[in-house]
């Protein structure tokens, strides 16, 4: 709780010293036992060094926060999965690097599968396999889950960085309540259709784009009920 609090604090400060502590911070696991399941208790403290890096501004923020955003942090031997963390696509869109589009744009994109009967919500996140990795203490994320407040941090920092590249990358999502492929059937993933559906419109209203109001009045009549 402390280390969350200088995470803050530091971001606050706008002191450059506090650099070097808020990368240690966001490199930082710390896996305890929590009844019968080990639980990385870092996970708040990453995003809060996360958003602190993206108000101090140094050189090698964008590098570390595109990694976290994909679930990894560097180690000595190469890169470790983490549990994934909606602060480092906030971050990027604090930061206000135009580079920040490219990591972003991966994100959305990877929660969309162009396939022939037309473009299917799945999980999002790109198979990181390739990358050289050390055991990880937390197993890598699973295409199967569902991270829908993910999705909606990297819509909204990309429309905070570039609003007229961010309309093709949400658009999509707005017909996310058609066809979901990972787990249809299971409770609660309607709901996590509507709300990304939702979000979709409020991101791309927020881009005041002149294209957008006729996908708006197409959502209005095939999107899902809680969502419109």
Sequence with gaps: RV???????????????ATDALFLGMRTVQVEQDGVALVDMATGLRGNCALALAQLRPPGALYALSL?????????SGF????????????????GDPAGMVPLALR??????????GPTAVAPGLSA???PTAAPAVPPPSREQIEPDLVVACMNAAVTLDPEQAVPL???Y???????????????????????????ALALACT???EVLPLLRECLETGPDTAL
């Design 170 to 172: 949400v658009a999509p």
């Design 108 to 117: 959305l994109a990877g929660g969309i599968a162009l396939r022939s009967d």
């Design 174 to 200: 707005l017909r996310a309540c058609r066809g979901w492929e990972v787990g249809d059937d299971e409770p609660g993933h309607g709901g996590a259709r509507a709300y990304l559906c939702g979000s979709a």
């Design 129 to 131: 396999s390739w990358l």
């Design 80 to 95: 470790q999965w983490v549990e994934p963390t909606r602060a480092a696509a906030e971050a990027l869109g604090h930061l």
């Design 68 to 76: 976290l955003l994909f679930d990894l942090i560097p180690t000595e």
């Design 208 to 210: 005041r784009r002149p």
């Design 3 to 17: 280390r969350n609090e200088l995470a803050v604090a530091f971001g606050k400060l706008d002191d450059a010293r």
